[in-house]
């Protein structure tokens, strides 16, 4: 049963990338809301300090899950183990990404690679592994949503940063037909994009001269904190279940 001070109560949910940033803090604002939440990621060492410092005020359960998204394999796996612990999923917040910016021409190809993998084929091995999930919640008549976490790169134009935008790009507009496919069953299917937050994202670069125009744009504009957009996931989620808050555009604003 939701309450004011825990609107998300009754809900399962499930992040990843929720190693830090935007999927940490989504996790702590789900977890303060109500919600179960199973965490995913890459790196069970913080993971497991994530859900140390989430289970001792945390209203539901915390699961901390180390699992290779870019394996379907594992992520099945995954997804069993979050069932038979947590019970069927009606909330996917699908975050993971890499964002790794040079000029094309001299651009790391497996920085590409790494982009695709983690930004689209991971995003979409996440969907299927818990759609079946969100069908079944949404025709009990409960919310049931998806969403993606992408960016403004998606449709603003940002030279050397070519890849990555297509990347979300791609999300977008799946997002949009995903929304044709899955809201006549009464799944919600969002995409929250953010814009500059500063986060880890863009650390691994290999090229020494967008990483620092990556901190340029950080420190010339007050940029979005983790939390900022954490908040704006939390309140597209909690709406009445005829609701959807399809896109969301969460920007700082000297960002435009």
């Known amino acids: 049963m939701t309450t004011r001070n825990h609107p998300l109560s009754d809900r399962t949910a499930v992040i990843t990338g929720a190693t830090s940033g935007i999927g940490a803090a989504t996790a702590r604002r ?5 919600a179960h939440v199973a965490l995913l990621g890459r790196r069970e060492d913080r993971l497991k300090a994530l859900a140390d410092e989430l289970r001792p005020t945390a209203p539901g359960t915390v699961l901390p899950l180390a ?3 870019t394996a379907p394999e594992a992520l099945a796996t995954a997804a069993r183990t979050i069932r038979s612990t947590l019970g069927h999923v009606d909330l996917v917040v699908a975050n993971a ?3 790794l910016g040079a000029p094309f021409e001299t651009a ?3 920085e590409w690679d790494r982009m695709l993998d983690t930004n689209l084929r991971a995003l979409l091995h996440t969907a299927r592994a818990f759609t079946d999930d969100l069908i079944a919640t949404a025709a009990e008549g409960r919310p049931a949503d998806l969403v993606h976490v992408g960016s403004v790169a998606g449709h603003v134009l940002y030279p050397n940063w070519s890849v990555y ?3 979300k790009a791609a999300v977008a507009h799946l997002t949009r037909n995903l929304r044709a496919e899955l809201g006549p069953r009464d799944v919600r299917v969002k995409n929250v994009e953010p814009g500059v ?6 650390e691994e670069m290999h090229d020494r001269d967008m990483r620092q125009t990556l901190t340029r744009m950080r420190t010339t504009l007050h940029p979005l904190t983790p939390e900022d957009v954490a908040e704006a996931i939390a309140f597209a989620v909690a709406a009445p279940p005829h609701v959807n808050i399809a896109e969301l555009v969460v920007v700082p604003v000297q960002q435009g």
């Open 30 to 34: 789900l977890v303060a809301d109500g």
């Open 67 to 69: 699992v290779d998204l």
């Open 97 to 99: 990404g890499v964002m």
């Open 108 to 110: 790391a190809t497996d």
């Open 165 to 167: 935008a297509a990347t």
């Open 197 to 202: 937050t500063l986060t880890e994202l863009g």
